[in-house]
Nanobody, 123 residues
Framework: EVQLVESGGGLVQPGGSLRLSCAAS????????MSWVRQAPGKGLEWVSS????????FYADSVKGRFTISTDNAKNTLYLQMNSLKSEDTAVYYC????????????????WGQGTQVTVSS
């Protein structure tokens, strides 16, 4: 059974930093496309960033480029999102998501999701 468990969210002031983690199990992490997707209050889902665990290529939404960094530790089956220079508009529930199948393009959508972790940016 695929499991994705996010952690690391919380309350942070504008300009601050947080690092989110996503512990993965139940599949071969090192063959997957992994992504972060967020949902702000009252809004739809917004793709944030993706990476391929087998070649470390990374991709970012324009809204977070230069501020967020996605990475993985394949030995620990863990996905990370380092978030710097946080803004109030980054406030959202952040979800970890797995690609639909091994070695598939992240743009083809997601097969499994975590439960999400809340990030609130406020003074």
């Amino acid at each position: 059974e695929v499991q994705l468990v996010e952690s690391g969210g919380g309350l942070v002031q504008p300009g601050g930093s947080l690092r989110l983690s996503c512990a993965a199990s139940g599949f071969t992490f090192s063959r997957s496309a992994m992504s972060w997707v967020r949902q702000a209050p009252g809004k739809g889902l917004e793709w944030v960033s993706s990476t391929y665990t087998y070649n470390s290529n990374t991709f970012y939404a324009d809204s977070v480029k230069g501020r967020f960094t996605i990475s993985t530790d394949n030995a620990k089956n863990t996905l990370y999102l380092q978030m710097n220079s946080l803004k109030s508009e980054d406030t959202a529930v952040y979800y970890c998501a797995k690609g639909r199948d091994y070695y598939t393009d992240y743009r083809r959508g997601f097969g499994s999701w975590g439960q999400g972790t809340q990030v609130t940016v406020s003074s």
